[in-house]
């Protein structure tokens, strides 16, 4: 019942913000898995059978858990169990107005793993998700298995600073629609959207339905307190693995390479010919790398040597990490010309591993 | 929340039946009763003291309400079955007693407390009352009735900052959980309204 309680301002609420409660709520018809956090609801989807290694996925800023379907349908089969949740603000978990801590969606995910009593996690993470993941890892390393940040920032680049103002001004100005616009040609290809530019108009109506303006405003509104983690970074110990799209523009290269030069312990991964949202436009050759990390965390083999590789473009090449020669904070490779103008390179290329 | 799968249904009537007298008259008897809600709260508050700048949102969207409610009145055409309106008015119900609380005596101007839970219900409603995505793709762009709703949707999504403005920086003694949890309350209180709505809209 939905009938409004008039006595609520003098109602002694409590709020166990440490506490969850693990409850099968009936919403929309459907009976979908939430956890209690102080009086806020978590959505989750947790896919595999108990006892088996676990990924976690964390969305980016304007996705939802049901956008990790097809990775669960990709690991379980493999022997993983799969978790994607709804942070807050997002899909059908609740949507705060007034305030939400960035720190706070670390602390929220450690409990929601105490509370499906999940000890330990691999942890993948794409765009606003990445930074929750950083944050996680630095906070509460003792959680993790590993760590994959896709299409991430550990700090705002001057231009990503700009970049999520205008974000901000447009939909505070605008409105939901607008942002909606303004992020497929942001985080997709050109082939990407002609191939798809019928179903964009069904899809908006969809992110438009599901989406809160007011909720994305709010989590974008909390990086006005964001505190660069950089300084941190270095706490990150686990297996990690940084990727990045060749032509991600959003969070071009010096955002990884920020990550890359302070996580001992971890590789960069560039997927070829891929923006932003790789996740999406680019599935099976993500979920072939990340399952060719995992492997390697899993058997022991992994190297984090801080160095840098190239995805195949092939999910089913034989071998999948090539080395990136030259300088991969360029876009282009200039060639020499002369003896005179072979300068030594700049950055230390990456040594030539065994390839997975 | 609202299911997604109610807003395909009230589309999908309404691309079968286009803009029928009826579905004009469902619509507008509940987006203005919404409306002369946030109305009659706006026009209580915008003489309050001390507001300040607020002063000039406030009064800014007393006057856009008022002019969304104008617009649909006179873009409508209207049915004449008196049943509607007695359908409307029950499912709209839970909307109009959570406004006449909020404006009992002594009123928002002098109730604090009156006053925050007028921000949180208008907020509800501009934020999750959205009819652009039951406008079929096959409905004439310049129809006036069309136009009108499209026009509100937008202007809500403007509207709503003076509400998120003030419920994250209103001076006010209510702890900030009690104030999520108020806020939290009212869109499930219209969720549920305007899901209601929605089922309504699609039945023939």
Known sequence: MLAHDQNVHNSPIEYPVKSFFIEFAHLSGSTMPTVQFGHHQVHYELTGEPGRPVITFLNGLTQNAN???SYADYFVPRGYRVLAYDMLGQGRSSKPVIDIKLAMHADMLDDLLEQLDIEKTHL????????????????????LHSLTAMSTFAELTPQLDLLGAVMLQGLAEVGLPYLQSMLYPMNMSSAWIAANRERIPAMKR?????????????????FVEFQPLTPDLHKIKVPTLIMNGEFDFFTPRECHEV?????RNSRLLII?????????????VTMRQLEVFLDQVTAGTWQGDQSVWIAADDPTAETQWLPCAGDWMRAVQPATVSPAANA???????????TP | MIDPALFDQARDRIAVSGFTPEIQTKTTLFLCTAKNGNLMFHSSVQWMQNLNVVQQFILSQYSRELEAVTLLSRTAQW???PALAIEGTRIVAPLMMAWGQIMLPPGPLLNPQAAYRGISLGHAQLARIRMAPVIPDNADPLDPFV???????????????????LLKNIGTEIPLEEREALVEQDQQLVDGVFSEFLTWLATP
């Open chain 1, 67 to 69: 956008l990790w379907k």
């Open chain 1, 124 to 143: 993948a993470s794409i765009s606003f998700g990445g930074i929750i993941a950083l944050d996680f890892a630095i906070r509460h390393g003792h959680r």
């Open chain 1, 206 to 222: 969809a992110g438009y339905i599901g989406n809160d303006g007011y909720a994305m405003q709010n989590l974008m509104e909390s």
């Open chain 1, 259 to 263: 990550i890359r030069s302070k996580v």
């Open chain 1, 272 to 284: 070829q010919r891929a923006y932003h949202a790789f996740t999406l436009e680019m599935p099976a």
């Open chain 1, 344 to 354: 030594p390179n700049r950055r230390k290329t990456p040594t030539r591993k065994k």
């Open chain 2, 79 to 81: 049915s004449t079955d």
């Open chain 2, 147 to 165: 136009v009108a709703l499209q026009r509100i949707e937008q202007e809500n999504g403007r509207m709503l900052q003076t509400q998120i403005r």
